[in-house]
């Protein structure tokens, strides 16, 4: 069976520190990879998403960026976090042939 | 890309059905039509999806119209647990390139 894990759970960070969240998936290989950005009372925000190792499209112009190093590692990176940056985000993953995303347990982020 | 509405909040008394209402005018015929959750402070959850027929399983129902425009979400009777945010979303799973973009969903509440 196919698992995705998240960490840290949660984080609290200063304006100005960096940042990188971490997401990795068992059980599938090659799968397609996504960040989403949840800010508080809000919907879902598509970040990134990659296809395949070192391919990563972006969806929404920010201080953030993201890299796949491994084929099932994907990971959320930040220089300077800005107060807009707090926010649960999320790592999600679709196995190649299937038609379903799966979703990480979340990292609830703030920014002080 | 396609996009779909729905209501932004329903209301129902728990251990009867719900109707979930969704519509997508704009809907493709490579497009298959997806239902997600969202509990409190959790990811999203996969429910159903469909691309032409009616699809059951045992989380819930999905009833495709004729024309596919629109589609329901049925939960037969409903719980506690089953108050979620439901995000209708139009997918091409074989598209290596998909990614799935939530609306705001509509949030269940359920009045024991």
């Known amino acids: 069976s196919q698992t995705i894990h998240q960490w840290p759970a949660t984080l609290v960070q200063p304006v100005g520190s960096p940042l990188s969240l971490e997401c990795t998936v068992e059980?599938?290989?090659?799968?397609?990879l996504y960040w989403y950005r949840q800010a508080a009372g809000r919907g879902l925000q598509l970040l990134f998403y990659?296809?395949?190792?070192?391919?990563i499209s972006s969806e929404v112009p920010q201080n953030l960026s993201a890299s796949r190093p491994q084929d099932r590692q994907f990971i959320l990176s930040s220089k300077k976090l800005l107060l807009s940056d707090s926010g649960f985000y999320l790592c999600?993953?679709?196995?190649?042939?299937?038609?379903?995303?799966?979703f990480g347990p979340g990292t609830r982020l703030t920014v002080l | 890309d396609a996009k779909t509405t729905q209501p932004n909040s329903m209301e129902s008394n728990e251990e009867e059905p719900v109707h979930l209402p969704c519509n997508h005018s704009?809907?493709?015929?490579?497009?298959?039509i997806h239902w997600y959750r969202q509990l409190p402070s959790q990811g999203p959850e996969y429910v159903i999806h469909?691309?032409?027929s009616n699809v059951n399983n045992r989380m819930a129902s999905l009833a495709i119209a004729e024309d596919r425009k629109s589609s329901t979400l049925i939960l037969h009777r409903a719980t506690l647990r089953d108050a979620a945010v439901y995000y209708c979303?139009?997918?091409?799973?074989?598209?290596?390139?998909?990614?799935?973009?939530f609306g705001k969903g509509t949030r269940l509440h359920i009045l024991p």
């Open positions: 999600a993953y679709k196995r190649g042939l299937t038609d379903t995303q799966y």
């Open positions: 990659s296809v395949g190792i070192g391919q």
């Open positions: 469909g691309l032409t």
């Open positions: 979303i139009l997918t091409q799973p074989m598209n290596r390139d998909d990614k799935i973009i």
């Open positions: 704009t809907i493709s015929g490579t497009d298959y």
């Open positions: 059980g599938t290989s090659n799968p397609n």
